[in-house]
């Protein structure tokens, strides 16, 4: 009933930017939290960055100052702007977003994964 779909991926340089976007669609009443969570080959999925309804957002220690999560609650998206991408920040990023559909029913929904390849 709700489906995320992530863009925005690919390969960049290091030092360079990316901007992820994960636009939530289907049978929403409301959407709280969004999250950004990424794996690398060999490690466990890791949030990476967080927002609240209200705005308020927390980021991993390796990201900050680095990468901006945002939302556009009119258009259901939640946006991760990367700068200053270093190798190790290539993973999979996958978005999570916490909704109450329209039937009431409160669920988390996950993206599909979108690479980030950060290398020369």
């Known amino acids: 009933q709700v489906q995320l779909v992530e863009s925005g991926g690919g390969l960049v340089q290091p030092g360079g930017s990316l901007r992820l976007s994960c636009a939530a669609s289907?049978?929403?009443?409301?959407?709280?939290?969004m999250y950004w969570y990424r794996q690398a080959p060999g490690k466990p999925r890791a949030v990476v960055a967080a927002?609240?309804?209200?705005?308020?957002?927390n980021y991993a220690d390796s990201v900050k100052g680095r990468f901006t999560i945002s939302r556009d609650n009119a258009k259901n998206t939640v946006y991760l702007q990367m700068n200053s991408l270093k190798p190790e920040d290539t993973a999979v990023y996958f978005c999570?977003?916490?909704?109450?559909?329209?039937?009431?029913?409160?669920?988390?929904?996950w993206g599909q994964g979108i690479q980030v390849t950060v290398s020369s």
């Open positions: 289907g049978s929403i009443f409301s959407i709280s939290g």
């Open positions: 927002i609240t309804s209200g705005g308020n957002t």
């Open positions: 999570n977003v916490e909704v109450t559909r329209l039937d009431w029913v409160p669920h988390d929904y």
